[in-house]
């Protein structure tokens, strides 16, 4: 017998249906759709993680942006008891484009985020994410791309009673290219991103996850066309 209190390893697979795949701004594989595949491994509730995350085009031809990321993270918060209580993750992976030379386009990223679920009035939580990406190797063909990546956003669950309680997620966010992608990228506010999406629990351990989102780009050397895209993931917890 399991002794009481004893914390367990957590896995979890997401399988993810995307319309178009829409990635900070960019769209990566044309107008096609995609599958992406994630197993996130909590270490024992310790905030410590690991994961691994692939992604795969619908359609031929976009083979050499076809990846694999591997990566850690730790989650906590600060300031419990406070109305500034600060949630946070901090994510370092490993981009391996598998179908790519090595020295070509793979790259390392570091991942900070917060937000501030007590913070604002009415349930609105604002929260920031930023990036900062960086070739594999100091010799690599994408050595001048390194850069900062930001993402300041607002979120929000509306409950509607007469669909027996059912929360959407709502979220907006407004993104700044800081130097990601290199000189091909501009320096500037690249887009904003508008989201719903909710939740279905099918059995204990399964759920699914539809979500709908729409993006205006600003700047075109990221994105040249707004985007309507929608995701449909599946999720299992072991």
């Known amino acids: 017998m399991e002794a009481e209190g004893k914390k367990k390893l957590g896995v979890t697979l997401d399988v993810t249906y995307a319309s178009k795949y829409i990635s900070k701004g960019g ?29 795969m085009a619908n359609a031929g031809g976009f083979e050499n942006k076809q990846k694999f990321k591997y990566g850690v993270y730790y989650h906590n918060s600060i300031f419990d008891d406070e109305v500034y209580k600060t949630r946070y ?24 985020e917060f937000d501030w679920p007590e913070l604002l009035p009415g349930g609105l939580v604002p929260d920031y994410t930023v990036w900062y990406a960086y ?27 007469e669909l027996a309680d059912r929360v959407f997620h709502l979220s907006a966010s407004a993104w700044y290219r800081d130097g ?45 066309n707004d985007e309507l895209y929608a995701k449909l993931s599946l999720r299992y917890k072991f």
Not at 27 to 55: M, P, Q, W
Not at 184 to 206: P, Y
């Open 27 to 55: 769209r990566y594989f044309g107008s096609k759709s995609a599958i992406c595949e994630t197993l996130d491994i909590d270490l024992y509730d310790t905030g410590f993680g690991l994961l691994v995350h692939n992604r």
């Open 89 to 112: 993750k901090f994510t370092w992976h490993y981009e391996h484009y598998y179908e790519e030379p090595r020295n070509k386009s793979n790259k390392g990223e570091c991942t900070f």
């Open 180 to 224: 990601r992608g290199g000189p091909a990228k501009d320096r500037d506010w690249s887009h904003a991103t508008f989201g719903i999406s909710t939740k279905f629990r099918l059995t204990e351990n399964m759920s699914f996850l539809p979500a709908l989102y729409y993006q205006s780009s600003w700047e075109d050397t990221v994105n040249t």
């Open 135 to 161: 070739p594999a190797g100091s010799h690599y063909d994408n050595r001048n791309s390194a850069g900062w990546l930001h993402r300041f956003g607002l979120g929000y669950d509306l409950s509607v009673p």
